[in-house]
């Protein structure tokens, strides 16, 4: 799982993927989410008067560990009266591994 | 404080604002009744703060729409008129019954969980082969009996949420202890009085005891949405807790590990452009 932010143009390197889609101002999309950006792109965008990118933010292993922790921890709050009911294991468990899967 | 008896309470929903005639129109054409479509949408323009909360979740990146629709007729050529009739329904919902003054309760997340409601029961439509606009009607409506407790009595609702703080026990089990009687039975009894379909009314009667409810009615998909509204974690309420779940109801439901994981992700999606409404 990644992180994302808005940074300028003007500091983005190539290399650096985008979170989300580049669109004119028609709202056309110039450049799609998850793009590795190169050189090329970036003097591209440059010429048509971009200034700003939400790009991905990647972040680290122990982060992630903390974050996956943390979200695991909050399920087995909500569940904290009905973990071991028959009729919760279903949904306990798929949301358990529901939310592990979006931290990939 | 002597508590009130539950047909007191139902007898005071007077006192409580009504639903625009713009939701109960459209609730009427959902029940079958014969409505002129392009007249329906004149009407739904005309309410301002419907019209746009709609257009905000229409133009969310969950229709995935090449062009922006600028309008409520635009919105029904492109989406549908069913889609946009579930859309109008919520709107006028979320802004027209205020939940009044009550010291700890927190309208944005009770709607939260409500909105979260109507999109999971829309969600598990599509496994279970059922029709999702009843569907997502109900989970709108599940809880509508909660928001008159906490309109009509503040006070009483003051201790309800106060017991909840203290013991860590279900808001229904409190509800129990202070009124003698649930938001079920309220949500129930109010959509009696106002002629809602009687499958509706079975479900918010019998969201939480869905044995209890019509076999093969809403009320077992109910009691599952409300649940993986909670487990989603939707209304972010610190101290929220999941509602109990009748297995046999939830075997009877039939999904396997896929098809759950769908609806969790479904769901997710859908809560996420819906929740534009409330902004």
Redesign the interface.
Known sequence: MNDSQLQPLDATLPGTVLAAPVTDANGAVLLPAGLALTEAHLDSLRRRGIENLTVVLAIDAEELARRREKLRLRIMHLFRHTAEDPGSQALLHAILAFREGQMK | MTPPSLSEMIGRIHGLPVMPAVALEVLDSMAGADTDIKDLARRITQDQAIAARVLRVANSPLYGLQ??VASIHDAIVVLGFSAVRSLVLAAAIVTSLPAGRCPGFNQERFWRHVLGTAVAAQALAKPLKRSPEPLFIAGLLHDIGRLVMVALYPEHYTRVLDQVGEQ?C?LRDAEQTVFGFDHAAVGAALAGRWNFPADIVDALAWHHEPERGTPDGMAAVIH?AD??S????LDGAEN????????K??DGLG?D?QK??EV??DTEARFNSYQLMLG
Do not use: F, K, V
Request: with cysteine.
């Open positions: 062009m922006r860590d279900c599952y649940a993986i909670q487990a989603l974690d929220g807790q999941m509602p109990r779940l009748h297995q109801t939830i999904l590990w759950l994981t969790l992700a």
